[in-house]
């Protein structure tokens, strides 16, 4: 195939070489000196770098991110969607999206800080109260900071990236209580429900503890959590899978519940494990031990020796449950900024 018609192999190449060869051109020649950052970011499997061909059958194409000052984003606006070609190596610069039928130009203008609030529901570009942290969720702010940025003159958007590259210190240990606690409160159900010969109800119980032992591996290492879609392909790729991927492997294909009780303990000492190696508080000795007198686990004291190293007394004051995200799973609220964080404030959907 010709460079006229052959598109690059990611959406993040793609995109890199439509604002070099074709979006930048427009700019210089239009308004030249314009301040301005050019990045792939937002919404998309192309800013995480996982799309693929099957990626290529919606919202996927001819995208850029193109930060300005806010006075200037109409006027660069009408510039774009007066000035891009048509069609740029095969490939459309105008066409719908599922949430925008509208058949236009697709490099979203926005300023660096509107931008950042659109995502993440916050004003970003300042620092954030301890509670502010819990409204977010790991894939809006990984629609600001994983794809990436090819021009930033002003720098803004790499200060808000910087500044959400992770949690402060107290509400790292709070939300990483908080997962803790969320599974140590199900943990013996798995073998409860089992002996009681309920095998579907172990397993649905099972399949909830592997997602909070994954998230509690993100968390671990210092990684956001993308959208469920992702987070077993993203998890994988983390130090803690070379020991908790097998075991999580296992309690979800087991066949009986004693089988599926030992394989999440041994997740469970898997992450604890990580968590000592990497110099959060940790207990000696494994994160399990028998629930009571009876014939399965249950969660030693993980949740207390992380809540109990906090020292910030705005941190030691939040909910107990942790971030929006470890205890609402309504994805129609979790993607939409001003309700996730009215409900993180207020317990409730705007």
Do not use: N
Not at 251 to 275: F, G, I, N, Y
Not at 284 to 301: E, S, V, Y
């Amino acid at each position: 195939m010709t460079a006229d018609t052959a598109s690059p192999a990611s959406g993040t190449d793609l995109a890199r070489a439509y604002w070099t060869e074709v979006v930048r051109p427009v700019l210089d020649r239009g308004l030249p000196g314009l301040p301005r950052a050019a990045a792939r970011l937002g919404s998309g499997s192309d800013v995480l770098g996982l799309d693929d061909e099957t990626s290529r059958d919606h919202d996927w194409g001819l995208r850029l991110t193109l930060l300005v000052t806010e006075d200037r984003v109409e006027e660069v606006d009408a510039l774009l969607e007066a000035e891009l070609p048509g069609t740029y190596r095969g490939l459309p610069t105008r066409f719908g999206t599922t949430w925008d039928r509208q058949v236009r130009q697709r490099v979203e203008v926005a300023d660096a800080a509107g931008f950042a609030r659109s995502r993440t529901g916050l004003d970003v570009s300042r620092d954030l109260a301890p509670a502010d942290w819990l409204a977010l969720t790991g894939q809006s702010i990984l629609e600001v900071t994983a794809g990436p940025v090819f021009e930033d003159g002003p720098g803004e958007i790499t200060r808000i990236r910087q500044r959400l590259a992770w949690y402060p210190h107290d509400v790292w240990l709070h939300v990483l209580a908080a997962e803790w606690r969320r599974l140590g409160q199900e943990l013996s159900f798995v073998g409860r429900t089992g002996a009681r010969g309920d095998d579907l109800g172990s397993r649905i119980v099972a399949a909830r503890l592997a997602g909070s032992l994954v998230r509690l591996g993100f968390l671990t290492e210092r990684r956001w959590p993308p959208y469920p879609k992702w987070s077993g392909t993203l998890f994988a790729r983390l130090p803690v899978a070379a020991t908790a991927a097998q075991p999580l492997a296992e309690a979800l294909a087991a066949a009986t519940w004693q089988e599926r009780d030992a394989a999440l303990a041994a997740a469970c000492d898997a992450v604890h494990d990580r968590q000592r190696e990497v110099g959060l508080p940790a207990l000696d000795g494994p994160a399990t031990q028998q629930f009571f007198d009876r014939p399965f686990r249950g969660l030693r004291g993980v949740p207390e020796v992380l809540a109990d190293a906090i020292t910030d007394e705005a941190v030691r004051a939040l909910p107990a449950e942790g971030a929006v995200e470890q205890w609402l799973d309504c994805v129609g609220v979790l993607t939409d900024p001003a309700r996730r964080v009215a409900v993180a404030r207020h317990g409730r959907p705007a």
